[in-house]
C-alpha cells in the first residue's frame, strides 16, 4: 500500500562512521570466535558477513523492542489513521526520554536519521493533531518541539504554513 503521507527522512551520513565501527567490531568477534569456519572459508570476508549479519540482527531487535511504538505510530499515519497514531508517538516519546541515551547514541545500532526519535515524535504528534484538525494541539506540539530542538526545520516550517493559512482566511 502506497502511502498519501509525505514521509520526510534526512539522513545523516555521520551515522556511517560509527556504523562502521561497529561493523567492524563484530568483524574482529567474528574472526576470535572462528564463525568463518561454518562457511567454510578461512578470510576476511566470511568475518564480515557475520559481522554484517550480527549488526542486522542487533538493528532489527533493538529496533523491535525499543522502537515499537514509534514504528506503529508511523504505520498508522501511513494508513492515515492519525488520531490512532497519536498514542504510539506519546509512548515512544516518554520511552526515548527515560533512555535518553539509546537516542543519543542511535547512530551506532538503531537509526540513520538526523533527527533523534523524540524530535521525530513531537513532529509526529503535531503533524497528527493538524490532520484531525485540532490546530490549537499542533501548533501547542510544533512550538513543543521548537523549545526542545529550535533548529528543527519541520517545526519552523509547519507554523509558518499555519500562520500563512491564518493570515489568509482574515
Known amino acids: 500500500m502506497s502511502s498519501k503521507v509525505p514521509v520526510i527522512k534526512q539522513f545523516a551520513w555521520e551515522s556511517l562512521v560509527p556504523q562502521g565501527f561497529v561493523l567492524i567490531l563484530l568483524t574482529i568477534i567474528a574472526s576470535f570466535l572462528g564463525l568463518d569456519e561454518f562457511l567454510q572459508s578461512n578470510g576476511f570476508f566470511a568475518n564480515l558477513m557475520w559481522g554484517a549479519v550480527g549488526q542486522i540482527i542487533i538493528w532489527y531487535s533493538i529496533r523491535s523492542l525499543v522502537a ?9 499515519v501511513k494508513e492515515e489513521k492519525y488520531a490512532e497514531a497519536i498514542p504510539f508517538f506519546k509512548d515512544s516519546y516518554e520511552v526515548f526520554s527515560k533512555y535518553s ?58 507554523l509558518k504554513f499555519i500562520e500563512t493559512i491564518e493570515n489568509e482566511k482574515h
Open 68 to 76: 515499537k511504538n514509534h514504528k506503529q505510530g508511523s504505520t498508522l
Open 101 to 158: 541515551w539509546i537516542d543519543k547514541y542511535r547512530y551506532f545500532l538503531i537509526s540513520n536519521s538526523k533527527m533523534e526519535f523524540r524530535e521525530m515524535d513531537l513532529n509526529n504528534i503535531a503533524f497528527c493533531y493538524g490532520q484531525i484538525g485540532d490546530k490549537e494541539n499542533s501548533i501547542k506540539y510544533y512550538k513543543r518541539t521548537l523549545d526542545e530542538y529550535p533548529n528543527n526545520s519541520l517545526a519552523k516550517s509547519a
